[in-house]
């Protein structure tokens, strides 16, 4: 399936760095692995997945590497893997964020490193696009954290405008192994073609999506994901682009 909207402006002409992010510390990959390719990781927090000694872990990683540490907040559904909406009141999603969130930078520091930017996961990532009050609950939850001037990695939507409208800063994500709907969405996992599985597909649509955000996603919960994220690499750099973290 094609990339229709693309999710970010185009901004080939002011720079020739991009970066490249996964989620990391789900329990469902190699870690390890993905820490020598990456430049960000979306670090588990606890609620979807995840425990304080494998951030703990990660954080140390991502250090020795020089991978920035993103705090990957979710709603408190491990059975769900994050994924389900929930319908969660905003006080309580907003003290669910700044845990998450206040327990990484914790742990980071204890690693030597810091986090440097918050991105939601699954349905809440997908949540905070267009409902404004759990948008405003996870950012509420991030300044509570006391980590509200770091940047917040997504696609456009209310999370991001909030962000931006209170000066802070936004950074603009795509994703080469998920199609698109034609309005720049990310077609739902339960219908079929939504993953793309294929790694020669996967880093030709990272090319594609390069000059129109700042970060590109790989993830990291499917057997491929060291390979493909590699793929990603490679064609990357071939192409001229140099690799920073957020």
Not at 26 to 37: G, P
Not at 164 to 180: I, K, L, S
Not at 201 to 225: F, K, M, Q, Y
Request: net charge negative.
């Amino acid at each position: 399936m094609a990339v229709t909207d693309l999710s970010g402006p185009d901004l080939s002409t002011a720079r020739s760095t991009v970066d490249l992010n996964a989620d990391l510390g789900e329990e469902v990959t190699d870690d390890e692995a993905l820490l020598t390719v990456v430049t960000s990781a979306n670090v588990a927090c606890g609620f979807h997945a995840g425990s304080p000694a494998i951030m703990r872990a990660v954080c140390e990683g991502a250090v020795a590497r020089g991978v920035s540490i993103g705090a990957q907040v979710s709603y408190a559904d491990r059975e769900g893997f994050g994924r389900r909406p929930l319908d969660v009141p905003h006080r309580v999603l907003r003290a669910q964020v700044a845990e998450q969130a206040g327990l990484l930078a914790d742990l980071a520091r204890a690693a030597g490193g810091a986090v440097a930017y918050l991105k939601p996961h699954g349905a809440l990532y997908h949540r905070t696009r267009t409902d404004h009050e759990q948008a405003d609950a996870v950012w509420a939850g991030w300044v509570d954290a006391g980590l509200g001037a770091l940047p917040v990695l997504g696609m456009p939507g209310a999370l991001l405008t909030l962000a931006a409208t209170t000066g802070r800063g936004v950074r603009h994500e795509g994703f080469p192994d998920r199609a698109y709907t034609p309005d720049g969405a990310l077609v739902d996992r339960s219908l079929p073609g939504a993953v793309i599985t294929d790694g020669p597909e996967i880093a030709s649509r990272a090319l594609v999506l390069a000059p129109t955000v700042d970060s590109l996603c790989v993830h990291g919960d499917h057997p491929g994901a060291v390979e493909h994220a590699r793929e990603v690499r490679a064609a990357l750099e071939a192409a001229g682009w140099r690799l920073a973290g957020l």
